[in-house]
């Protein structure tokens, strides 16, 4: 079994890790008044992907309804396709989704974008080191399919997001890593990589994510489909069902920062109607101690 750390128990091991703290309770009572009225339900069964809009205190669920499939997923601020998933953030909170784990954005904004609410899928007791939702690790673009035996005229994830973004008028140089929902992996602690292996999802296992702003989801199915598909497999890829479903409003998402917590001044990130600026300026920084505290002092005066 493995015992995982709480994001104040990371933060007090390392001090120059941002604050991020987090009310259980509130999700909490989130999670209790599942499943949520739905507003919007999508099929999803081939490789074209699809755009969901989640207004900020909306849910979002995905289901299998077909067996495991990987369903991959990146979200964004429409208002500001800057404020995106951000990887580089996801120690702060482990690199796989689970109960609580928040998706936090792009900084400077540097906000929760997603929280999980709640998670069917069961692990494998007897490989507790491979679990499902890891934020790396997808092989999802096209040099990857081809340099895995995969036959021409298969979309991967990375065109389906390409062609919805070009659809929306979005540039598709914002695109970066996504999250991999239902994928079971593991890390290599020798390559130090990220790899697959088939997925202990069932029909009927589902995700809950609460969004915290406004987002637009890019949904794309992969075509290794459970993990367990090679992509030299011969026959094209034959994804399996998922359904989407965004909620009825059910809650005003938590103001960012919480208190206490500094923040930086966005006005210096913004251009005039809201976007983030291009204007090259310094840095402003956030005053977060880079060592528990006296620990500066005592340096100094042992110098």
Known sequence: MINYKQPAELLEESPQLCPTPIDEGFYDKLTRGLP???????KLSDLNGAAVDAPAGSTVTFTLLDGPQIVNVWAYNPADIDERIWHESVIREGMFLRHHTRVFGTMA???????????????????PEAQHHPYYGGSGTPTDWKLAGGPDGVKSTWEQFVGLLEAKGEPIHRLNEYLCLFQRSFVDPGPQRVEIVPSNAVTGDSITLFAEIDLCLLVALSPYVDGSRAASEPGLPEPRPVRIEVSERIAEPLPWPYPGLSYPDMDRYLAEDGTRSTEAVPTPGIDYALAPEGAVANQEEEN
């Open 36 to 42: 949520s009225p739905v507003a919007e339900s999508i």
């Open 109 to 127: 904004r540097y906000r929760p974008l997603l929280t999980v609410l709640e998670d069917t899928v069961t692990a494998d007791p007897k490989f």
